[in-house]
């Protein structure tokens, strides 16, 4: 059975807000993710592990650091 905390990383990216500011509709229209607005300083973008994967290159590309 696959640990918890590692399906969770393979299947969400949680980011500082600003960090994705002027990306969220780009995100929306090439990857099947949700974004989600953990509180007023970072978001959640929650996908499949193929979609968070792609969204996370496409990200780095951007200069979003994934730390």
Do not use: H, W
Request: aromatic letters at 6%; hydrophobic letters at 35%; charged letters at 35%.
């Amino acid at each position: 059975m696959p640990e918890p905390s590692k399906l969770r990383d393979s299947t969400q990216i949680v980011l500082p807000r600003e960090a994705i500011r002027g990306l969220e509709a780009q995100l929306d229209d090439e990857f099947t993710v949700t974004i989600f607005d953990e509180n007023d300083d970072y978001c959640r973008i929650i996908g499949s592990p193929v979609e968070i994967k792609r969204a996370s290159k496409f990200l780095a590309r951007q200069g979003v650091s994934m730390r």
